[in-house]
């Protein structure tokens, strides 16, 4: 019911700059919190970063002050901006997003999350 397409990933050298998209398409209600995690090879799927459908944001430590999260609610699109990247962000990021179920104008009052694909980001000179 529910598509996400996440784009912007690849490779970059160290100290350099990402933006990372996410847009969720099909039938729902409302689009409401919307995220980013990320996973490692050899390393647990972690929050990189969250934005709510009123703009509260919360960060992972180690991004906070580099990564920003943003969305475009007429577009049902989270973006991730990612400014002075590490080797260590090295992962592959995945967006997930928690959706009220329905239509646009209807709602049986559940949620669900749905992920996207990922996307590869490597840090690297």
């Known amino acids: 019911q529910v598509q996400l397409v996440e784009s912007g990933g690849g490779l970059v050298q160290p100290g350099g700059s990402l933006r990372l998209s996410c847009a969720a398409s099909g039938r729902f209600f409302s689009i409401n919190a919307m995220g980013w995690y990320r996973q490692a090879p050899g390393k647990e799927r972690e929050l990189v970063a969250v934005?709510?459908?009123?703009?509260?944001?919360n960060y992972e430590d180690s991004v906070k002050g580099r990564f920003t999260i943003s969305r475009d609610n007429a577009k049902n699109t989270a973006y991730l901006q990612m400014k002075g990247l590490k080797p260590e962000d090295t992962a592959v990021y995945y967006c997930?997003?928690?959706?009220?179920?329905?239509?646009?104008?209807?709602?049986?009052?559940?949620?669900?999350?749905?992920w996207g694909q990922g996307t590869q980001v490597t840090v690297s000179s």
């Open positions: 934005i709510t459908n009123g703009g509260s944001t």
């Open positions: 997930k997003v928690r959706y009220s179920r329905g239509t646009t104008i209807y709602t049986d009052g559940r949620e669900e999350d749905i």
